[in-house]
């Protein structure tokens, strides 16, 4: 891990990609430590006909590491399917980012619980569909890891 923010860390920083919200998104995850300081709020439009990810924004508060996070998991998500965004892990989030401090980890969980908020939102607003085991075994694993202490 990095002792340090790298190059790609403080980029997403200084000039985070799909920051905001959606105008009437079709699913929305809020996620969070109010204790820590970080708070997220992923907001999606799926394709409901492909389960496509078409647009995706996030409106983060929290320190460098959290928004960096944020930003890259929206480029990772966006234009992927459901199955295909619930893949993306908080290693993989760490690995684009070219790592974060071990302090930080705890950032790219909650961009990863961001995601997972949202899909079950989605799910829940769309009772006629499945959601896939992937989301629900997601969702309890997230749920088992606490990292949002300092």
Do not use: W
């Not at 009437?24 to 820590?36: L, R």
């Not at 924004?57 to 992927?80: D, L, N, P, Q, Y």
């Not at 974060?100 to 990863?112: D, G, N, R, Y």
Request: proline share 5%; net charge negative; hydrophobic share 40%.
């Amino acid at each position: 891990m990095a002792d340090f923010y790298t190059d790609t860390v403080l980029e997403h920083f200084r000039n985070p990609r799909n920051a905001g919200e959606l105008e009437g998104p079709d699913a929305v995850g809020d996620v969070g430590n109010p204790v820590c300081g970080d708070l997220m709020r992923i907001s999606l439009k799926i394709n409901d006909e492909t389960e496509i990810i078409e647009d995706i924004r996030f409106k983060t508060f929290g320190c460098g590491a959290a928004i960096a996070t944020s930003s890259i998991i929206t480029e990772m998500v966006k234009g992927k399917s459901i199955l295909e965004a619930l893949k993306i892990g908080n290693k993989d989030v760490i690995e684009q980012l070219g790592g974060l401090p071990a302090v930080k980890i705890h950032c790219s969980v909650l961009a990863e619980e961001g995601i997972v908020a949202a899909l079950k939102d989605y799910f829940d607003k769309h009772p006629e569909k499945t959601p896939p085991p992937e989301l629900e075994e997601k969702a309890k694993l997230l749920e088992a890891v606490e990292v949002h202490e300092h």
